[in-house]
């Protein structure tokens, strides 16, 4: 067997990101507006979508509404080719209007990413934010295959079909739960390009959203946070999302990587009692 010639590998020397070019959206607030600082740091270029101004650590901003489909259109059709990674971030949290969390949190965000492929470099890294909320996806497999091929124009008629309201945050957990398993399915769709996607899915984080999340689920809510030492921060999720998006995961395909401070392993123990 060969030595493994580490030295040879750029990332080795802490600019793990170093000329990458990276698409984050959300960038204006919370875990994307620190990921966009952290991929700066780390020797990238930020590519920041949003519906909403920032000047901060982008190099070029796109004021985008991705709960609409002829705007991410025209978005596509806007940003420029050869990107090495998008930070599928921007979402909406369970108290807006049901639709909506559908929306953006999935209808837009498997849109904007299926149309960016063309514009992607080979061996480019798709990291999609999911939850914890999209735990429990084996439940809602019926709902999930049928929203496959969902299109904006059919979200209130699937929801009704399918029972989906904001009511105890269920279009937001839903909304998650479809995102991890889509992640899943499409862990060798663009294999011959070397290109990957896979999910990362925090726990409750301190940003404006997690007032929203306390609000909707309550008593839960409280309870569930009482488990862990705290909440996580922004900083703890932008480096594992930048991490996914180096060279250094190459073999990590359709992967979801909890990142809870131990919410999920508790949630496992308690289900199977060891
Ligand atoms: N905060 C948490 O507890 C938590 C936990 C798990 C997962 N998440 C997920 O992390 C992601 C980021 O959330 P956050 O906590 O940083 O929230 P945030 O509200 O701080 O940031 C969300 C960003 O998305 C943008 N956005 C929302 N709707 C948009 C639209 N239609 N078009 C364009 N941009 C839009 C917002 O303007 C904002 O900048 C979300 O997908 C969220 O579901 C958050």
């Not at 875990?31 to 000047?55: F, H, M, P, S, Y």
């Not at 807006?96 to 949190?105: E, G, H, Q, R």
């Not at 997690?210 to 946070?225: H, P, Q, S």
Request: glycine share 8%; net charge negative.
């Amino acid at each position: 067997m060969q030595d493994t010639d580490w030295a040879s590998r750029d990332w080795t020397y802490g600019k793990i990101l170093r000329d990458k070019v990276i698409v984050v959206t959300g960038c204006s607030s919370g875990i994307g507006r620190d990921t966009a600082k952290l991929v700066k740091q780390l020797g990238g270029d930020v590519i920041g979508v949003d519906r909403n101004k920032t000047e901060d650590y982008v190099d070029e901003l796109y004021l985008a509404d991705l709960s609409d489909r002829r705007t991410i259109k025209a978005l596509v059709n806007a940003l420029p080719g050869r990107i090495d990674g998008i930070a599928n971030i921007a979402g909406v949290p369970p108290t807006a209007p049901a639709d909506l969390v559908l929306k953006v949190n999935l209808v837009g965000l498997k849109y904007f990413t299926e149309m960016m492929i063309p514009k992607l470099n080979d061996n480019a890294s798709i990291v999609n934010l999911a939850s914890l909320a999209g735990f429990g996806w084996p439940n809602a497999l019926e709902a999930i295959k049928a929203s496959e091929h969902l299109a904006f124009e059919d979200v209130e008629r699937f929801m009704h079909d399918h029972k989906i309201s904001n009511e105890g945050g269920r279009s937001y957990f839903f909304s998650k739960e479809a995102l991890v398993v889509w992640t899943m399915k499409n862990r060798w769709t663009w294999r011959d390009r070397g290109i990957r996607m896979n999910a990362v899915s925090p726990g409750p984080v301190e940003t404006p959203i997690l007032a929203d999340f306390v609000k909707t689920l309550g008593a839960r809510a409280e309870e569930d946070m009482s488990v862990n030492d705290r909440p996580g921060r922004p900083d703890d999720i932008a480096p594992v999302v930048c991490f996914m998006l180096s060279d250094m995961t190459h073999w990590f395909r359709g992967a979801n990587l909890m990142l809870d401070g131990g919410m999920s392993s508790h949630i496992y123990q308690n289900m199977h009692q060891f």
